[in-house]
């Protein structure tokens, strides 16, 4: 197979799926997209049903007397989203915003256009029903940083970690039965189990070989080394936010989901306090009100670019775009994300025939993770290997290359031809905690113009050093046994740029890091904590508006960011419930108050009644109480307090059944 072929077999497959969405399959999984006209108003308003929206959206609701509306761009997560196995096939596609980063001048040389590539979903469930699914929490340093950073130890890892466990839903049976399922949690939302192929395990051997430890899990039991990957899947079925969080809730009188709509402005009053937004749905414009806050939960991307069209960013930039300003920020500044660069190995000729995939059990690729520490510190992550094991003369190895990360086809068929016949592992080395940093900007201030994102990669020359080590590391692998009995090489990708340099020299190896470097799917920081928004979440300058996301994390994270997202969102729900109840705006639903700039609008601040108030702190110390106390013991009784109602969500196209929790 060539790579044309199979490029014009994937889009095909992507077509056949997506008018198999017209049937709407996964209809009865979700709410139902809600009738709101004109005028409409309710307590909270998220804009955005990514990873965190949808989190919001069912802990905010979980309050009878409160209303909520979750604002989405896109629909139902369809079929594809649900296996884990057809997950390539959402990618660049209907479900995604298809955005790329602008042409680099010093990175991703051997990929088209120079660019890279950006997952972002369009859907429920956001990037979540996109994405892998590697559920990592990162390391216990990661939040300490933004502690200190924000000088809040709210934000530390004790205190973050019950938030953690508040979202799982642990279902490896390995890792229930050992001393490692305390760290986990057993009631939540988030169904986890990890890749059970025995070929995992045959190669963490190798690693275990030079020194690396191999423990049972990453997450809690250990933060550093070689692991078979912990996934958010259940029961063949991925765990994006939307299945987890709104389907056992669909029903739900105060939640409202509304459906391809997009959001184009945030509505202020004269006091600078966010009362709504304008949106449109099914080219008609429309406002709708806010009682209480505006929530963001639009994404790293879609977030900045909101609030600089609505006036909030930075003075220079929105001025030259003739928007008026109402809050210089640094918005769109400070992006981050995690870059890999693969090395690929071919094993020895195997005549083994091609095995089909289960869609619904398994991942595409038969992977493991290693958290490396940094020299001389086992607690201190220095960068991540993610391998893939292809079955020879797989497609799959043409989609990896040239459909997920968009390399040259010259590339790409090189790596196919130089492997026929031969199991590949494809051994990346992820860059965790890269000094460079981008930005994203506005293109116009037209909200269907998307954003300009300068995804900043390698320009700090630390990181291309850095990269030096982690493949001469990643080279090691040829002297394990493992690798010696399959007579195992490197492949040789003849990149035309590196050409007349030694292979796998230090210059060559720069050379190729220049070239192959790609950028993955974990961006955040463009709204950071500090600088955007306040240590809980409130935009600077402005009230009423809260950015709940990944573009709010200061720093990275030491692993995909799906789990700190889903973290994220739960504490923050908890804040909004019971940290903030102060300046509340009850007259804000009144019809005709309010214009985008001209008109003062006279408002009332309603304030709780001291009883109420007093109640309200009493049980958010109670929550803390059993939050403190599960962070040290095997039980959650956070997580307790939950009910189970009697609800069965059936689960397209399997009969198996998911147990509601309200």
Same mark, same amino acid.
């Given at each position: 197979m060539d790579v044309e072929a199979s490029l014009a077999s994937t889009v095909k497959v992507q077509e056949a799926f997506r008018t198999l969405a017209l049937l709407q399959l996964t209809y009865t999984l979700f709410p139902k997209s809600a009738e709101v006209s004109d005028g409409d108003c309710f307590d909270y308003v998220i804009v955005g049903g990514g990873?965190?929206?949808?989190?919001?959206?069912?802990?905010?609701s979980e309050q009878p007397g409160?209303?909520?509306? #979750?604002?989405?761009?896109? %629909?139902? =997560?369809?079929?594809?989203?649900? +296996?884990?196995? $057809?997950?390539?096939?959402?990618?660049? &596609?209907?479900?995604?915003?298809?955005?790329?980063?602008?042409?680099?001048?010093?990175?991703?040389?051997?990929?088209?256009?120079?660019?890279?590539?950006?997952?972002?979903?369009?859907?429920?469930?956001?990037?979540?029903?996109?994405?892998? #699914?590697?559920?990592?929490? %990162?390391? =216990?340093?990661?939040?300490?940083? +933004?502690?200190? $950073?924000?000088?809040?130890?709210?934000? &530390?890892?004790?205190?973050?970690?019950?938030?953690?466990?508040?979202?799982?839903?642990?279902?490896?049976?390995?890792?229930?039965?050992?001393?490692?399922?305390?760290?986990?949690?057993?009631?939540?939302?988030?169904?986890?189990?990890?890749?059970?192929?025995?070929?995992?395990?045959?190669?963490?051997?190798?690693?275990?070989?030079?020194?690396?430890?191999t423990p049972l899990d990453i997450n809690g039991c250990s933060f550093s080394g070689y692991v078979q990957q912990m996934f958010m899947i259940a029961d063949g079925v991925q765990?994006?936010?939307?299945?987890?969080?709104?389907?056992?809730?669909?029903?739900?009188?105060?939640?409202?989901?509304?459906?391809?709509?997009?959001?184009?402005?945030?509505?202020?009053?004269?006091?600078?306090?966010?009362?709504?937004?304008?949106?449109?749905?099914?080219?008609k414009n429309m406002s709708v009100r806010a009682r209480k806050e505006v929530i963001l939960s639009a994404g790293t991307f879609n977030s900045p670019q909101l609030l600089m069209l609505s006036g909030i960013g930075p003075k220079e930039h929105l001025q030259e775009l003739g928007i008026r300003v109402r809050s210089d920020l640094p918005v769109g500044f400070n992006y981050q994300n995690h870059v890999s660069v693969f090395v690929p190995f071919k094993m020895d000729y195997s005549r083994a025939p091609l095995v089909p995939t289960d869609p619904r059990r398994s991942s595409l690729f038969t992977s493991f993770i290693g958290s490396v520490p940094a020299n001389g510190s086992a607690d201190r992550i220095e960068y991540e290997n993610v391998n893939y094991i292809v079955q020879h003369d797989s497609q799959d190895l043409l989609q990896f290359c040239a459909f997920y990360h968009g390399y040259e086809n010259r590339i790409c068929q090189t790596l196919f031809d130089e492997s026929r016949g031969r199991d590949v592992l494809l051994s990346c080395a992820v860059m965790l905690y890269p000094e460079s940093r981008g930005r994203v900007m506005l293109r116009s201030a037209d909200i269907a113009d998307p954003p300009l994102i300068d995804a900043g990669i390698l320009r700090d020359e630390r990181d291309l050093e850095r990269y030096v080590g982690y493949i001469e590391n990643t080279l090691r692998l040829l002297n394990t046994t493992l690798l010696r009995s399959v007579k195992a090489e490197v492949v040789d990708l003849k990149l035309q740029m590196c050409e007349g340099l030694e292979l796998w020299s230090k210059p060559y190896i720069r050379c190729y890091v220049r070239c192959m470097v790609a950028t993955l799917h974990?961006?955040?920081?463009?709204?950071?904590?500090?600088?955007?928004?306040?240590?809980?979440?409130?935009?600077?300058?402005?009230?009423?508006?809260?950015?709940?996301?990944?573009?709010?994390?200061?720093?990275?994270?030491?692993?995909?960011?799906?789990?700190?997202?889903?973290?994220?969102a739960e504490k923050a729900a908890d804040i909004i419930k019971y940290g903030h109840h102060k300046n509340i705006n009850n007259n804000q639903c009144e019809p005709e108050q309010y214009t985008h700039h001209e008109k003062d609008i006279e408002h009332k601040n309603f304030q709780f009644q001291e009883t109420q108030k007093e109640h309200e702190n009493v049980q958010y110390q109670e929550i803390q109480k059993e939050v403190t106390h599960a962070s040290s013991s095997s039980q959650n009784p956070l997580e307790k307090t939950k009910k189970g109602s009697n609800m069965q969500i059936l689960k397209i196209p399997m009969k198996n059944t998911k147990k509601g929790r309200t």
């Open positions: 990873g965190a929206g949808c989190v919001l959206a069912n802990r905010l409160v209303s909520v509306l #979750l604002v989405e761009a896109g %629909g139902d =997560p369809p079929i594809e989203s649900q +296996w884990p196995a $057809l997950q390539t096939y959402t990618l660049r &596609s209907y479900l995604d915003w298809n955005y790329t980063t602008t042409p680099d001048p010093v990175s991703q040389r051997c990929h088209k256009q120079h660019s890279g590539n950006l997952v972002a979903g369009r859907v429920l469930g956001g990037s979540t029903a996109l994405s892998s #699914l590697y559920y990592v929490r %990162g390391n =216990p340093r990661d939040y300490d940083t +933004w502690a200190d $950073l924000l000088d809040d130890r709210n934000w &530390s890892w004790d205190a973050v970690y019950p938030y953690f466990k508040k979202g799982e839903d642990l279902k490896d049976c390995e890792v229930l039965s050992s001393s490692c399922a305390k760290y986990y949690g057993t009631s939540g939302y988030l169904g986890l189990t990890r890749d059970p192929n025995p070929k995992s395990r045959r190669y963490l051997n190798a690693f275990k070989e030079l020194n690396y430890s765990q994006n936010t939307a299945y987890a969080y709104l389907s056992p809730v669909k029903d739900r009188a105060n939640l409202h989901v509304l459906k391809h709509a997009t959001v184009y402005e945030i509505l202020f009053d004269s006091s600078d306090r966010a009362i709504g937004v304008k949106l449109t749905k099914d080219n974990h961006y955040l920081g463009t709204c950071a904590m500090g600088s955007v928004v306040d240590s809980e979440l409130r935009v600077h300058g402005v009230r009423g508006l809260r950015v709940v996301d990944a573009s709010v994390m200061p720093s990275n994270v030491g692993g995909p960011t799906t789990a700190a997202v889903v973290m994220l």
